[in-house]
């Protein structure tokens, strides 16, 4: 990042004789995209206001606006803010091929959030973590991220929100109003977050706005640089990633014996019972407090993962939950990060999203099948590490499973399945070849228990005996509800 | 719509003995199914509360779940309520190949409001105009409809609900203490809606709910016929729809002359001024009343769509509004009723959608064309007036105009972007091929004009002088937002 380069004023002579070779070179660079395995990026933050959305709007002028993505956000909506702060923005990731252009992009958010005193210093150092990881994570999926800060200094911005509001051209909020009176503190804030933001493969490019054509001439120079660059590479240069360390705390797959005792019928149907009436009573509370939950329940094949969910959701009514059986990505999704269809699934406050099969596949099956690179599965520790302490940090509860089956009880489950018609469809050759590959994936989960049990605590379960697995998963969501209905009632 | 069936005791021994080959049959369907270009919708409503949700659970357990898709719909949420009612079940349809499964569908919604009061008498009959359009043009775009209502006396209900709230086995909201207790009136809506939609291409399924067995292996049963009736059938038969008649009044492409008198430069530019600041000032208030607006341009090829646009947006700050350019369709929209796309893009109230030509593809680019089958384009008078008539209901600001450009002006202007580097990629082989048909297409506007001015009228805008027919489209949106904004005051 270097500091802001000047604006030199420039003539409209001058302007409008570059301007048609620059909208040319944006055209080619937009249609060769189109058929390029990348998308683009392009933030338009910082506080030259009324100059970013003229830099927004010239840009649909420049590039075929038939084909450009755009969004803008303000400030979060009641809405919005049910989720985590990062999923409008995760909602409008855009696929391969196409330009997102962002007028005010999670940068802002952070910045004004921070000004206005609603975060304090330890949370908009956490934020920064996010937005780095985020930032990562699309550059590693292979987009060009072109992000523009766009300054004037004070007397300059009040001055012309003075005079837009004279003729009241433009409306603003008071948060822009805000913004141009807290002017100071948010520029301090600004430095902190684009100086840990500014990356190789993402850096910010500062510009003046006191000169109108000499700015929207410079946004479209600088992008249009960027875009015939990344699309002259084949094999752009991948961010590095953080490594997590294994946790020494956490379980392993032979410190469970998956052959539990075997329940009891009576026993059973007493304490399910009862586990029920409690989850029933707590996810109403649940509701009633604005508080989402999140369960994940990982496992070998055939361990008994769908019947654990089925006495989860018995003991809710339909509308509160929402099961995601995670399958491959499809098309649209492999279009884009990892993690895109899984922020996409998460639920608003209130409500329960069951994943059967989850972002541990990254670690698991695309790891042991070589689905995924191996740059790409290590790097998914700390992708995941970072998207769990989101939902714990928003306020989700959050569980997380493995059910744990021997080899001998998963044979028998799949001969089970076999031979009875109506199960027949549950087994696939693929299950019968991810059984000879045993040793591999022992070897993964012992490693997705060491590296992912930071944010939120794994829980091997023993499932030989599925009366006992469906009881300790009932008993753990109880739990970890309870656990975070209480940590919402002492905030 | 036969009178429910009475519930006969079905034996815990029966049921067993007939569940397996019912099973069979449902995951052969539904394997089959995925090869076919039709989804399944099913739809579980009715008194039968605690039923209902066991049949959701049991349908889960007897289909794939994992390629089973499924919602459940509760009273709106506030973020809901930003939309038109129809909204959050559009959003829900599922793609071709797939079953989805909906617990309280658009009926119970109907149902319940009316029954609270929230609904008078008239605006249920308008809603359950709505609710057949939307079942015919799911069963005209190939979907299987099944829809199920579920039955149990008051007596029984009351019974059960206490049982299970003595138990905390069931944890009921206060609508549904409400639901039990103005059962009759319930009862009466129940009726009027039913006999409705009860229509031979998706009738009414009536099942009493005092047998559990009996009724899911009902449920389970008919559901299994459908399917397999449905995959036998290559040629469904197709809904009738419902001729929308000439509006007498509606405007006439001949009666506009597109060469209007050219507007000197200075008075542009005030006149634009002026419009604008008026704009911006309404749209502020829209925000704040939370009233949202839809804004239709259509018109000739090159008859400046998007500079009319750009003058509007200019008025607007950037997170404000979306423009949507809208194309043929993709193959996930393919795989939807036409209308789909355009439900998705409506705007939350205090927000503005921008549609770059719009559902009048339909008739005619696509009649034209011949990309749409003479009854597709029939049936889609219809489809538009229904749409509109909800926006307006909702109580969006719609605004529609088509741009009307003379042939030998347009011609100038082909000619222009075929020889200015930067507005080549404007002009494609095909708006050649279209200005040879411009007598076919006279014809289809003007039908158009006739046919769907009933809910929201046209303008028509004399488009050879660029300057003037930007000042109409910003006079003709400052007005719509006007009288929405008296219209709302006075409601």
Not at 11 to 34: K, N
Not at 295 to 306: F, H, N, Q, T, Y
Not at 360 to 370: D, F, I
Request: aromatic fraction near 10%; charged fraction near 35%; proline fraction near 5%.
């Amino acid at each position: 990042m270097s500091e802001a380069v000047s604006a030199t004023k420039m003539t409209r002579a001058e302007y409008e004789q570059r301007v048609p070779a620059l909208r040319t070179a944006l055209l080619r660079a937009q249609d060769e995209l189109a058929e390029r395995d990348f998308p683009v990026v392009v933030t338009l933050d910082g506080p030259d206001l009324i100059g970013g959305d003229d830099v927004f709007e010239v840009l649909h002028e420049w590039f075929d606006a038939r084909f450009l993505r755009s969004d803008a956000f303000g400030p979060p909506s009641d809405a919005e803010k049910r989720f985590p702060f990062l999923w409008r923005y995760w909602n409008v990731i855009p696929p391969r091929g196409t330009i997102l252009l962002l007028r005010r992009s999670w940068t802002a958010s952070a910045i004004v959030r921070r000004t206005f005193g609603e975060l304090n210093d330890a949370e908009l150092d956490l934020r920064i973590e996010h937005l780095q990881e985020l930032e990562r994570q699309l550059v590693a999926a292979g987009a060009l991220l072109v992000k523009f800060w766009l300054h004037v200094d004070q007397a300059v911005l009040q001055s012309r929100i003075e005079k837009a509001r004279k003729r009241n051209r433009y409306a603003f909020r008071d948060e822009e109003w805000a913004i141009a009176k807290c002017y100071d503190e948010g520029r301090e804030v600004a430095r902190r977050v684009l100086a840990a933001t500014d990356q190789g493969w993402a850096p910010w490019h500062v510009l003046r706005g006191e000169d109108r054509r000499w700015r929207n001439l410079e946004v479209g120079t600088i992008l249009a640089r960027a875009l015939q660059a990344r699309l002259a590479q084949t094999q752009p240069t991948q961010p590095g990633f953080r490594t997590v360390s294994r946790a020494p705390s956490a379980p392993r797959l032979a410190q469970v014996d998956p052959r539990a005792p075997e329940l009891e019928c009576a026993d059973y149907d007493r304490q399910r019972d009862e586990l029920q009436e409690r989850f029933t009573q707590l996810t109403r509370k649940a509701e009633h407090r604005g508080l989402g939950a999140v369960l994940v329940i990982e496992g070998w094949d055939a361990a008994g993962k769908g019947g654990a969910i089925r006495r989860v959701t018995h003991a809710m009514d339909a509308q509160m939950y929402k099961i995601f059986p995670i399958r491959a990505p499809d098309e649209r999704e492999k279009s884009r990060p990892y993690m895109w269809r899984f922020w996409r699934r998460l639920p608003p406050m209130g409500r329960v999203s069951i994943f059967d099969r989850s972002w541990y596949g990254r670690v698991l099956v695309e790891r042991v099948e070589g689905f995924a690179a191996e740059p790409e599965w290590r790097a998914a520790y700390a992708e995941i590490e970072d998207f769990e302490r989101q939902l714990v940090e928003h306020g989700y509860a959050v569980y997380k499973a493995f059910l744990h089956v021997s080899e001998e009880e998963q044979l028998r489950r799949f001969e089970e399945r076999r031979d009875t018609p109506y199960k027949r469809h549950k087994l696939t050759d693929e299950d019968w070849r991810n059984r000879d590959k045993r040793g591999p994936y022992e070897a993964a989960i012992d490693e997705m228990l060491a590296r992912t049990s930071g944010a939120v605590p794994w829980h091997v379960v023993p499932a030989d005996d599925k009366r006992t697995a469906r009881l300790a998963v009932l008993r753990g969501v109880v739990d970890v509800l309870e656990r975070a209905l209480a940590r919402q009632r002492e905030s």
